[in-house]
């Protein structure tokens, strides 16, 4: 594996693990007790699976990962864009950039990992010694 990969898999995964953290602590601070919701139980979800995605990016080094982790925060992205609608999401709705500064921190996080995973699938799909998906 190419040094300029091993250090984006490791940032990558800790822009992911830094956005679940984001959404544990918001389920600490409140939103795992909003009543007759979704919400709380997806907050926990999603830090868990953020914990497993981080943790897979840096041991298995296989594409499959990589597409998962895009899934993972791209999913987290609609879900905070969707609770900014009038319908907002599970019947959850917020504005803004509130609750602050957790939901910019969790924008940048995600962000920034989409970007970083963006460039490793690239990596993974246009090298020739790559070319059956599977790094070691």
């Known amino acids: 594996m190419d ?17 679940g953290i984001v959404h544990l602590r918001l389920w600490l ?11 709380g139980p997806s907050f926990m979800a999603n830090f868990i699976a953020s914990v497993v995605v981080a943790i897979a990016l840096v041991l298995w ?15 987290t992205l609609l879900g905070f864009a ?16 509130d609750p602050s500064p957790e ?3 969790a ?3 995600e962000i920034g990992a989409a970007i970083v995973l963006l460039w490793l699938l690239y990596r993974v799909l246009t090298d020739d010694d790559r070319a059956s998906f599977v790094v070691s």
């Open 3 to 19: 040094r300029r990969d091993l250090i984006a898999r490791c940032v990558a995964a800790a822009l992911v693990l830094a956005g």
């Open 29 to 39: 601070d409140g939103y795992r007790d909003i009543p007759d919701s979704v919400i």
């Open 61 to 75: 080094r296989h594409w499959v990962v990589v597409v998962a982790a895009l899934a993972l925060v791209n999913g």
């Open 82 to 97: 969707l609770s900014r609608t009038d319908r907002g999401i599970f019947d959850f709705t917020e504005r803004g950039f």
């Open 103 to 105: 939901a910019v921190l």
């Open 107 to 109: 924008l940048v996080f």
